[in-house]
């Protein structure tokens, strides 16, 4: 059996590079650089991939990072987006299947998003993205997450599929996230309380 070891970072403007180097001349999904639920529609689509790029170069550049990024052996290999909810306002829309439930408010910054992840290829498959989610809630929790919230999906076709990039359920539930929602089959809102309410 396979055993893999990763080293996760967050995602600086020092190793901005890296992060560039893992999506790679188009941007991980088809020149997405990561915007998808951080711009609003139409703004999003009247950006080009330069655009997009550079939204996300800049975000690495704030005090609190845009996510984390896997390595091994000082390659990086995976990517998760993680952040409070207000950073990524296409989350919060009444019309999605992850918008925060009635008594929750997405400006609250004790409640946090886990909501996008990028794995290359031949990492695909081997465990990584539970490297991602363990690494993801423990820079939450650092970062003061009372609340972490994943919106995965229930199957894919295979475990390398490209539409996991919401993640999957199998690897939040072993995380010990529970099911708070499902607006849509399939798509369940799960969350992990780290702390109370105080």
């Known amino acids: 059996m396979l055993i893999l070891t990763f080293e996760v970072r967050p995602a600086t403007g020092d190793i901005w590079p890296e992060l560039e180097a893992l999506f790679g001349p188009q941007g991980a999904c088809y020149g997405c650089w990561c915007s998808h639920f951080r711009v ?23 005090p609190l990072p845009p996510g984390l990024i896997a ?16 950073h990524v306002p296409r989350w919060n ?13 997405p400006e609250d910054p004790g409640l946090w998003a886990i909501s996008c992840f990028f ?25 003061g997450a009372r609340i972490v919230e994943a919106c995965p999906i229930a199957r894919a076709k295979h475990s390398r599929s490209p539409g996991l990039f919401t993640g999957s359920v199998a690897v939040f ?8 929602a499902e607006r849509k089959p399939g798509r369940p809102l799960m969350r992990k ?5 105080s």
């Open 40 to 62: 609003a529609p139409k703004l999003r689509q009247a950006m080009d991939r330069d655009e997009r790029k550079a939204l996300l170069k800049a975000a690495t550049g704030a």
């Open 119 to 143: 794995v290359t290829s031949r990492r695909r498959g081997q465990g990584l993205s539970h490297a991602l989610v363990e690494a993801a809630v423990s820079h939450a929790a650092s970062s």
């Open 193 to 197: 309380v780290l702390r109370p309410a």
């Open 93 to 105: 829309t009444n019309r999605t299947v992850s918008r925060p439930l009635d008594s929750d408010y």
């Open 71 to 86: 390595f091994e052996e000082d390659r990086p290999v995976g990517w998760v987006q993680v952040t409070p909810r207000s």
């Open 173 to 180: 539930q072993k995380a010990g996230f529970s099911v708070v």
